[in-house]
């Protein structure tokens, strides 16, 4: 396997790791969308949440707090975005699963998930709601 993000967390590639444990590496991007854009990245490979184990959503979303936790302290952002671009039309560039975590300060002008996309398809929502509860 060739992942950009497994060599990251074997140490053969580059990266400003900041935070670390035994279920997460956490770095910087370096094609920053915010200053300090940082990506979360299970070390155990995987593409999407879909294929986390039950035994490993508690260590994995306490990493993604402890990252987060840093970049509050050291940064001092207003806020947060925080997201996920799960499978490729959702414009997931590697194949790993990671989480964005996006410092936000006062008129950085970004917007907010909402912005990202504006298509809510020809259904009602109760529609959709039946869809969903009926399988």
């Given at each position: 396997?060739n992942?950009?993000?497994?060599?990251?967390?074997?140490k053969?590639?580059?990266?400003y790791?900041?935070?670390?444990?035994?279920?997460?590496?956490?770095f910087?991007?370096?094609?920053?969308?915010a200053?300090?854009?940082t990506?979360?990245?299970?070390?155990?490979?995987?593409e999407?949440?879909l294929?986390?184990?039950?035994?490993?959503?508690?260590s994995?979303?306490?990493?993604v707090?402890?990252?987060l936790e840093?970049?509050?302290?050291?940064?001092?952002?207003?806020?947060?975005?925080i997201?996920?671009n799960?499978g490729?039309?959702?414009?997931?560039?590697?194949e790993?699963?990671?989480?964005?975590?996006m410092?936000?300060?006062l008129?950085?002008?970004?917007?907010?998930?909402?912005?990202?996309?504006?298509?809510?398809?020809?259904?009602?929502?109760?529609?959709?709601y039946?869809?969903?509860?009926n399988?």
């Open positions: 396997m992942c950009l993000f497994c060599s990251i967390i074997n053969e590639k580059p990266a790791i900041f935070y670390e444990d035994d279920a997460v590496v956490a910087l991007d370096v094609f920053p969308h200053l300090g854009h990506l979360v990245v299970p070390k155990r490979h995987m999407t949440m294929e986390l184990r039950d035994d490993e959503l508690a994995f979303w306490k990493g707090r402890s990252a840093v970049l509050h302290r050291s940064l001092k952002p207003d806020g947060f975005t997201g996920i799960h490729k039309v959702s414009g997931q560039a590697v790993h699963l990671h989480i964005h975590l410092p936000r300060f008129g950085d002008g970004g917007g907010s998930l909402h912005s990202v996309i504006k298509n809510p398809g020809t259904k009602s929502v109760e529609e959709v039946k869809k969903i509860i399988k």
